[in-house]
């Protein structure tokens, strides 16, 4: 079955300093993954996804099918990147999506 | 572009009752449109996927004679908790798929609690 993993709930690091957000995946199909970010009280938002291969906010994330991984990884932290982040791989032919449970990113100042 | 809106925001309602709750797509079609349920600091949890002009697909666990799906144009869909229960208030959002592509756009949600 198709499952999506975030290990951290939680993930607070200072401004400045380099954040990387994990993400793991199970799949037996060719995976297309996400990165869904939502703000304080705003909507959930997609910030990138790996067929893109593009940098959003100086955020990058690179699909590793050895280690079943799509880490999103920035190497500067700003405060005003503190959000909810989640990670979501996209069902073949389906249109769905699968999320993980999350990582709050918080950045202090 | 790609707007998706819900309709309410918030709604309170009492044990019994039924609650519909839109969700419209502000500046495209969307065939698909997806509900999802989301719990205090939990994940997202996708409940059915709803395609226009045919009955929605639901997932595993989730009563389709609970909460009723309907697809009725390309720019709405319509969720309707019925009977609903305390255990059914939870946060609802909705999103809206572009044709061909695996883009999703949300909607803001709408919090549903029953008294």
């Known amino acids: 079955a198709q499952r999506v993993t975030q290990p951290e709930k939680l993930l607070s690091v200072f401004k400045g300093a380099p954040v990387e957000l994990k993400c793991n995946y199970s799949?037996?199909?060719?995976?297309?993954l996400f990165w869904y970010v939502q703000y304080s009280r705003q909507r959930l938002q997609l910030l990138l996804r790996h067929i893109s291969r593009e940098s959003i906010k100086g955020f990058t994330a690179d699909l590793n099918k050895g280690e079943t991984s799509f880490h999103l990884k920035k190497p500067f932290a700003q405060e005003e990147d503190s959000a909810m982040y989640y990670c979501?791989?996209?069902?073949?032919?389906?249109?769905?999506?699968?999320f993980g449970q999350g990582t709050r990113l918080t950045i202090n100042p | 572009g790609a707007v998706v809106s819900q309709h309410p925001s918030r709604v309170i309602c009492k044990s019994g009752t039924s609650v519909k709750i839109e969700c419209r797509s502000l500046d495209f079609q969307a065939t698909t449109m997806f509900w999802y349920r989301q719990f205090p600091k939990q994940s997202l949890m996708l409940m059915a996927t709803s395609n226009e002009g045919s009955k929605a697909t639901y997932e595993q666990g989730v009563e389709k004679d609970k909460f009723l799906i309907n697809h009725a144009s390309l720019t709405l869909s319509t969720l309707t908790v019925t009977s609903a229960h305390p255990e059914d208030s939870s946060f609802y959002i909705c999103?809206?798929?572009?044709?061909?592509?695996?883009?999703?756009?949300f909607g803001p949600g709408t919090r549903l609690t029953v008294l």
């Open positions: 979501a791989l996209s069902i073949q032919g389906a249109q769905k999506l699968v």
């Open positions: 999103s809206a798929g572009l044709a061909r592509t695996d883009t999703q756009y």
């Open positions: 799949y037996s199909g060719s995976p297309e």
